[in-house]
């Protein structure tokens, strides 16, 4: 089976690239809800938009962190609630930086706030699907009998928000790339395969550390 | 409980979650959908009780509503962000009349599968085939569900992945909620009646496979 996965619209009339997904059908004149607001975006980009947009994806991870913290209860749950947007603060602060050297190095015509918009509204896709699992995930953390369950199912949501949030940004990157040369745009489609895998790696590797209860619990 | 809304529900589910999400009439779906669910799944409850009898049916009829409601509003949120991270960013009260109508639509199936239920019961069906048909029941009311989301999502991309990731969740946390509130059937091989257990007997999974054997070799019986 296929799955599709789709993007809200991105913002801004942008080049497409010729691999890139069909536009999402046209927003419809009511004022955004809250989820347009942060996931998609709805004004001109700006610095502070993108920071805000950004904590708040770490606050909506630290939710599910606290979830998960519950099985062990007192201070594991501050712990994971800090563990759980560690791994997505990783990313943010450590590889996109990377990522953006190697842009610039090709000079692709991607710049800084580009990079930073698509990271934050990545961030924020992975924020809330977390956030939106944390209720059903407190349940199992505390009522489970085998600890393996609960492992199971909070690896597989932090790794699936990380495969959302991966995806979206490359989405976004992509579309953004439309009107590059071709050398540029092989560039990227180097580079961005390269930087996703060690994203991946690197959330990973910090929810590994950051979020011990959750290995424990098997 | 409006019993035209209800007749709907069943008919024409795309048209009630074109309604729920775009704000018309969702305060009557919401009511209507809430009493639906309580009933269906305290008549359910009931049904199931009855292979026990005496108190466990009040105990399975007040169980089935606490754990239908519970998970509905544990996976009200997750349904919220599934659909925003998949390109349906829609208010919450829209996500909330969704699930409350799908929640109806499958309290519903519910009541439908009751007589059923009972019918195994009356005919003395062992435990384990019991607790077959009742999962069987849920198994289809399930679908009737996942029929009114599924048309709730509209068209568009992503519709696939949010079904199937909304699912999970949701198969996850209805499980385990139903699992932390039983015996609803009653404890096979004892005759008192109990609200709640304290055993520890594995996992629901674990649970289903042990039942699914039992009833296809038998020789190996366990109860």
């Known amino acids: ?218 | 409980m409006n019993v035209a809304l209800m007749n709907r529900l069943l008919r024409s589910p795309a048209d009630v979650a074109r309604d729920c999400r775009e704000d018309r009439d969702r305060r009557a779906v919401a009511s209507s959908a809430l009493v639906a669910i309580a009933l269906g799944a305290l008549l359910f409850g009931a049904a199931v009780g009855s292979w026990r009898g005496g108190a466990q049916i009040a105990f399975a009829a007040l169980k089935l509503p606490i754990v239908t409601l519970g998970t509905l509003v544990l996976c009200v949120p997750a349904f919220y962000a599934v659909t925003a991270v998949f390109g349906r960013p829609w208010s919450l009260p829209a996500a909330v009349s969704i699930m409350l109508a799908a929640g109806a639509r499958f309290s519903l199936v519910l009541l439908a599968s009751t007589p059923v239920v009972w019918l195994t019961i009356n005919l003395g069906a062992p435990y384990d085939a019991v607790k077959l048909v009742a999962s069987l029941a849920y198994a289809l009311a399930g679908l009737g569900a996942l029929g009114l989301l599924s048309h709730g999502l509209g068209e568009g991309p992503g519709r696939i992945a949010t079904v199937v990731t909304f699912v999970t969740i949701f198969l996850f946390v209805g499980g385990q909620a139903a699992w932390i509130l039983r015996p609803y059937l009653g404890t096979p091989g004892r005759d008192e009646v109990t609200l709640f257990t304290r055993e520890h007997e594995g996992g629901l999974a674990h649970q289903l496979l042990v039942s699914l054997g039992e009833v296809l070799s038998p020789s190996r019986g366990r109860r």
């Open chain 1, 1 to 218: 089976m296929t799955v599709e996965i789709a993007s809200p619209p991105l913002i801004g009339p942008t080049p497409a690239f010729p691999s890139a997904p069909a536009p999402a059908p046209a927003p419809s004149t009511d004022p955004p809800t809250w989820a347009q607001r942060w996931l998609v975006g709805t004004g001109p980009r700006s610095w502070t938009d993108e920071g805000r947009r950004l904590l708040l994806a770490l606050g909506l991870a630290s939710l599910f962190g606290a979830a998960l913290g519950l099985r062990q209860g007192g201070l594991a749950i501050a712990s994971d609630a800090l563990g759980a947007p560690a791994g997505i603060l990783a990313v943010a602060a450590v590889a996109v930086p990377a990522f953006s050297i190697i842009l610039a190095l090709a000079n692709a015509p991607i710049d800084v706030m580009d990079l930073a918009s698509a990271t934050s509204r990545a961030a924020a896709r992975a924020g809330l699907l977390l956030a939106g699992a944390a209720p059903g995930a407190a349940l199992l953390a505390v009522t489970c009998e085998e600890g393996s369950t609960v492992t199971v199912m909070g690896l597989g949501l932090l790794l699936f928000a990380g495969l959302l949030a991966a995806d979206r940004f490359a989405r976004e990157i992509l579309a953004r790339f439309g009107g590059g040369s071709q050398g540029k745009r092989s560039v990227v489609w180097l580079a961005l395969p390269a930087f996703l895998a060690f994203a991946a790696i690197l959330a990973v590797r910090v929810w590994w550390l950051a979020l011990p209860s959750l290995m424990e619990a098997s």
